[in-house]
């Protein structure tokens, strides 16, 4: 119990000074900011860093190189190279596409699913993979999905101070909680160093939040979830898919409901709208901190069926 704790504590502390000091470099230099002018979906008033997502994959990356189970190395680094593919691509994607207006869907979408796709493929050579039909390339293509949708929905919940982080941090306690149920010490390991790099990340993003995660850190903490759906998934049994649905919980589903809306109104999945669950609660006249409550508690929700779904069917 204090090793697991360490997995936590380490990668929190790395982050609490991380994002500290590239929040100052930040502010000095200018490096990374999300500014508001110019693009309607913003709400924030001032001008936010975007370094959350850096030092969050700081953190991860260092507390990955304590994990040294000799028999799980070759999955590590196959969760840390498609992690790094992800993470890299979307930190790009913050220097040079802050603003709507400079989105290029059709230039987009191509980059999104070959971001998606090699990491599946790396994954896969390390026996990371949806084992629910256990044929190779439609195993690969569903965990190409899965990744895919994923990374997609957490971005999306991205709108609001706390609320991506917070539902993220959620989502992990219940990995953490199914790895015990289910005595997977490698998926403990992993969760709880994710747990504390996100921990670190909220002490800056409650709101009035003091950093963003940006897109690298949205998307490679949507692949780092989605990691965890596939190592829990077993042959032929359909509970094993649907509880980490549910353990990811409201992004997938409001995430999946967002893309079907857009495209049945001919709009691209890529720009963004004020319509997710969060928004219409906010619209409804529910302060910050009422919504992040319900969304919170929903979430809750979601987790423990998930758990149940995995464990006592």
């Not at 002018?37 to 924030?44: F, M, P, T």
Request: net charge positive.
């Amino acid at each position: 119990m204090i090793i697991s704790i360490f997995y936590f504590l380490a990668p929190f502390f790395v982050g609490i000074i991380a994002i500290f000091l590239l929040l100052k470099f930040s502010e000095k230099t200018n490096f990374l900011v999300d500014v508001p002018e110019g693009d309607v979906l913003k709400i924030h008033k001032k001008s936010i860093p975007l370094i959350g997502g850096l030092g969050m994959a700081l953190a991860i990356l260092l507390g990955f190189l304590f994990i040294t189970t000799k028999e799980i190395v070759p999955q590590l680094i196959a969760i840390i190279l498609g992690f790094l593919i992800i993470f890299c691509v979307m930190l790009w994607d913050d220097l040079k596409w802050k603003h709507i207006s400079t989105i290029k869907p059709f230039l987009k979408f191509p980059i999104l699913l070959l971001s998606a796709l090699i990491p599946a493929i790396i994954l896969s050579f390390s026996g990371i993979i949806f084992n629910f039909v256990p044929l190779y390339i439609v195993a690969i293509l569903l965990g190409f999905i899965y990744i895919f949708t994923v990374i997609n929905s957490i971005n999306y919940q991205d709108g609001m101070d706390g609320l991506a982080g917070g539902q993220v941090f959620i989502s992990l306690l219940g990995f953490v909680m199914l790895s015990l149920i289910t005595g997977n010490s490698f998926v403990l390991l992993v969760a709880l160093v994710c747990l504390g790099a996100v921990a670190s990340f909220l002490c800056f993003n409650f709101p009035p939040a003091k950093v963003f995660m940006g897109d690298s850190g949205a998307y490679s903490l949507g692949f780092l979830l989605s990691v965890f759906a596939m190592l829990f998934s077993r042959p032929y049994e359909i509970y094993s898919v649907l509880g980490p649905i549910f353990i990811i919980g409201l992004p997938i589903f409001d995430g999946v409901f967002t893309n079907i809306r857009r495209i049945a109104n001919g709009k691209s999945i890529f720009l963004g709208d004020r319509s997710h669950f969060y928004d219409k609660l906010l619209q409804k006249g529910f302060s910050t901190k009422k919504t992040l409550a319900i969304c919170y508690g929903i979430q809750v929700l979601l987790v423990i069926v998930g758990i149940a779904i995995y464990s006592y069917t």
